[in-house]
């Protein structure tokens, strides 16, 4: 059975610090990389102050640091984003309103790869940012 979004992003799983081997999407052998939940990702996104944007750079140097690592791994947390937004839709589909879900709109841009994935319009991207200013 496939799982909802909503299901994804409340899994209990915790966050896991590795030594990497060798090199991997920009970071060095021998560097502490960070993978952290879906749940984490989530709630840095919750955070981000209405009228506000941050690059999903921004977000895994800030997940690092206050981990205590040199970085976190760019492939799960694109994967945890798309999560956190997936949730947030499917809130608002069920009748919440955009204040009470998670505001991805300010991690992920209009034109953002992941934006392209989501189940919605880029324009209601820019729509949710505008409406922030």
Known sequence: MVKTATEKLNQKKQPKKVVLEKDFAGIKAGQRMLVGTPKMVDDYIRKVPAGETRTMPRLRRELARRNRCDATCPVSTAIFVRIAAEAALEALEGGASATDVTP????????????????????????????ER
């Open 104 to 131: 991805f709109w300010r991690v992920v841009g209009p034109e953002d790869k992941i934006a392209k994935k989501l189940p919605v319009d880029s324009a209601w991207i820019s729509h949710q940012r505008d409406s």
